[in-house]
């Protein structure tokens, strides 16, 4: 074995990054990451994005790996560095983002000592990512490094947190890096059992209404154009979960709509009537699910998941297939592709479904009237060559899942799983340094977009042009629709006006040349040398996006100002079926 | 949930034996509300590979995702199941008994010598018993301890170590 040079920790991590290929990393110094930054100081082959806040950070770095499907990198400091960090991390792992976080440390001599920034980021941070490991010798490094690459994009992807002691950052030790991985207790699943495929063919061949099911885990797969192949050759309905939107696009005739809580009639009407329920990448959440002693209830369910720990967890399965999307859809392919399948009656049943009992949104307060549909469509007509859409959480994020057409070329990016607040801008501002030459459109509440706001200094200083739409119905909405629906309208603490003027919010409010709200968005926007644009009118939308896009050099926060009683339907309460859906 | 599958189950364990790890697994039973009965752990011939002893109980849904979950930890190498195949079990317990009467002391002896514990210390007041044996055989000896000697016991149990049996075929 050669003999090889020796080199400081911080520079074997420059080195990983660069075999990695890696090109952006989001970082925020601190004074245990300082070794770290001061060796990516010159380094060519990583750009580092400096957000504002490490919460952002995170976000950031999870919506530049959703829009690429590459893996997102974070670097912050130890202590609140970390901390800061635990709710992005929790974000990217319920829905499967590849993420590498790495920590600053304090020295391993002066671990549990209570030191100066000193917090057990493996242990906070354990429970809510797919691997988190402390480095504590510098041999190590390269090696854990390797690693944490590897489990974060296998399998099934997820976020791993890799701590880093200041010791092992400014060791001397081996330069090299090495090529293979091998981890004797993660071994993810490759291949596909053939004989548990056939067995769901059969089954399919066989159906009366079959339903395909699909989640996240076709996205994640990129398995779309060969899911698109399967619907097609098949000809059943296809229903989708929030995370899997986009698994075939929106526009093929096969494709119904969104299921679960606030999903479309037709679609969670197929799968209560269904006789074979053909799952792929969905975890059976319970916002899908309803009551789970009602949920497909006449249905044989085929469940294909990487992980096998999400199969019968939630719902019993009569076919479980391990495998990952891709390859058991490549293979369904191969194995139907000299079938016919004739599911013409059913699938017209189920469209028909959907024709009557449409996802429409009345405009109680005449034509003028902004709502929430008019934005989203707008941005359906506008951006035809292709858009990322991020969403923050709440209404906004249900109103765009439930209108943004994702067909080929866009991308749908929202905090399915974890439900973030603040995700929407900087997962948008990520997305965007990851596709320089792809529109990108954050839609978020009122509420969220204060939740990590200071991003736009990020995206004002890098020329980020992102446009931030800003629905601004002075309410915490999702909570206040509940409020009015489940608790009386009892409005408690989801007001985010002056508390005094409370009785002047909603209509009268909006119909102002500016809210009676804090803080004034345009405003905020123009001194972080932002673009700001108010909405008040239907009239108006298109032109504040074509206005936005002249804007190359900063970012647009586009404000619109919603009624504030406009709720998102249907509806099926927490823990109910199908039957007791609320239309509007 | 089918809670009439309910029943105790052991679980052979094979982990990484580094820092954290004992934390993980026992992590991941407490964040997904499965309670653990015992635990043991402690190192194997290959110092690198800790071994767990696991005792939970609970019913065959539950149990199934016990077992996937230990399954996907990076950390777990080997997850083997003891439930149904034929194991070899003991737990260590220590029994301190105070006796300062002679004839109670008769009384412990006696209860040692037919139930095999073995008299590890002894001064005038107490006695210290050592068995290693089953859990259920620990819980009988608990139980007829506490009835003769009401308040007058300290135990300390160890927790089980399960191995699987010498198959007859490699006999």
Known sequence: MKESKQIKGSELFVKALIEEGVDTLFGYPGGQAIDLFDALYECKEVNVVLPRHEQALVHAADGYARSTGKVGVCLVTSGPGATN???????????????????????TSLIGNDAFQEVDTMGICRSVCKYAVTVRKREDLGRIIKEAFYIARSGKPGPVVVDLPKDVQIGMGSADYPTEVNIRGYK???GVHVGQLKKAITLLKNAKKPVFLLGGGVNIARANDAMTELANRVGAPVVTTIMGKGDIPVDNKNYIGNVGIHGIYAANRAIAESDLLFSIGTRFNDRITGKTSEFAKNATIVHVDVDPAAISKNVRVDVPIVADAMVAINKLNEFTKDMSFDNTDWLKTVTDWKKSHPVTMEKRYGDRALTPQDIIETINKHYKNGVVLSTDVGQNQLWATQYFDVTSGRCLLTSGGLGTMGYGFPAIIGAKIGNPDTPCVCISGDGGAQMNIQELATAVTLEIPVVFCILNNSYLGN???WQEMFFKKRYSHTYLGYPRSESKHGKETASKDCP?????????????????IRVKDSSEVLAAFKEA????????????????????YPMIPAGKSIEEVIMD | MDNNTTKKRWISLFVENQIGCLARISGLFSSKSYNID????????????SRMTIGVTSDDMTYEQIKKQLNRSVEVIKVLDYTTIPIHMKELMFIKVNVPAE???????????????KITDYDKSSI?????DTENHNDDIIRLLSESFPNRLEVVRGGSVAIESISITDR
């Open chain 1, 85 to 107: 960090i635990v709710t992005g991390i929790a974000t990217a792992n319920y829905d499967s983002v590849p993420l590498v976080c790495f920590t600053g440390q304090v020295p």
């Open chain 1, 188 to 190: 993810p699943n490759e």
């Open chain 1, 479 to 481: 909570v206040r629709q």
């Open chain 1, 516 to 532: 009676d709200y804090s803080p004034d968005f345009v405003k905020l926007a123009e001194s972080y040398g932002a673009y700001g």
């Open chain 1, 549 to 568: 896009d002249k804007h190359k050099d900063a970012p647009t926060v586009i404000e619109f100002l919603i009624d504030s009683d406009v709720n998102v």
């Open chain 2, 38 to 49: 015992s635990i043991t752990v402690g190192a194997t011939d290959d110092p690198t590979v």
């Open chain 2, 103 to 117: 004839k109670d002391k008769t009384e412990v002896f006696r209860i040692a010598k037919v139930f095999g514990l």
């Open chain 2, 128 to 132: 210290l018993l050592e068995s290693v």
